[in-house]
């Protein structure tokens, strides 16, 4: 089992410095990765938690934290990709790739916020065949060596695109959520499944049926990493993903969340990442130093 932590770019912490800070600390204490999210407005609930405080941008936050540590996974959770345009979206995640050493995984989704589909003058409609042209894309991009592809929506032919990821055959696509489509999505396009807010009992039956899909679309079900977001209870204040609430691990008892680690390790989770709930800095690295203590060793 491998333990990830999220980093609060989406917490509102004025001092950014704060935020980054978290990267090394993770690194330091024995995570195996660090996290972080993806947002455009402080709508709906995270208006509410927020207001007009910063929520930083995902991927400006990893590409400093890939000069600041040298051996943590460094991953989305997750890229809303209707947002980003494929093919400069290929182009900055690759770049990343090289950079950090390849240590990049996009966790990436269809996003749910439709003021930010509006804004960006998207259909919300068509998020889930975006999502899937984008995939799609960016694998054509990162593996071929004359690039080609053709759609409504885009159209290059033979073109050729550098650099390449350092990871091959390509950055590993893990894909967020847990409805019918996004369970078909990580069995036939991605590379592996990285929901949130879902209790190892969902995350067990979510697994087979992507196992299930997997087999009948030809493609090798061990082949794909099964990661899991589970919210931490770090503060009483609004959770950080209203899905979340649904299932959380408490950060101030370590028996507590050894158990529910290995809950969802029985339930087929390889990598779990701890959504640490909370924009208070001292508490984050509370919480963080008393999981590396308690927690980690047991499973490493």
Avoid at 28 to 46: K, R, T
Avoid at 197 to 211: L, N, Q, T, Y
Wanted: proline share 5%; aromatic share 8%.
């Amino acid at each position: 089992m491998k333990i990830g932590v999220t980093i609060p770019n989406n917490w509102g912490i004025e001092d950014v410095q704060q935020v980054l800070a978290f990267g090394p600390l993770a690194e330091q204490l024995g995570f195996d990765s660090v996290w972080v999210m993806d947002h455009l407005f402080n709508n709906g609930y995270i208006g509410e938690r927020l207001n007009d405080k910063p929520y930083y941008h995902p991927l400006a936050t990893l590409s400093h934290l890939a000069a600041t540590t040298q051996r943590v996974l460094l991953g989305t959770s997750v890229l809303v990709l209707p947002y980003h345009n494929p093919v400069e979206l290929a182009k900055y995640a690759a770049s990343l790739d090289q950079m950090s050493g390849g240590r990049v995984t996009l966790g990436v989704g269809v996003g749910a916020m439709a003021e930010e589909f509006q804004a960006l003058g998207i259909s919300m409609r068509e998020r889930g065949s975006l999502t899937n042209e984008c995939i799609a894309i960016m694998k054509e991009l990162w593996t071929s060596t004359d690039a080609s592809y053709h759609s409504r929506r885009w159209n290059f032919d033979q073109i050729k695109f550098s650099p390449k990821p350092l990871q091959k055959p390509h950055i590993p696509l893990w894909i967020g959520g847990s409805s019918p489509g996004a369970l078909k999505r990580a069995a036939i396009l991605g590379d592996g499944w990285h929901p949130s807010g879902v209790s190892p009992e969902e995350f067990s039956m979510g697994r087979r049926e992507i196992h299930d899909l997997a087999r009948a679309g030809g493609r090798d079900p061990e082949s794909l990493s099964m990661s899991a977001r589970v919210e931490v209870e770090v503060s009483s204040g609004p959770s950080s993903d209203r899905a979340a609430s649904r299932a959380r691990l408490s950060g101030a008892d370590a028996g507590e969340m050894i158990a529910g680690i290995e809950a969802y390790q029985s339930a087929g989770v390889e990598h779990i990442v701890l959504a640490l709930n909370s924009g208070d800095v001292d508490k984050l690295k509370a919480t963080m130093e008393s999981i590396a203590r308690s927690v980690l060793p047991h499973f490493s």
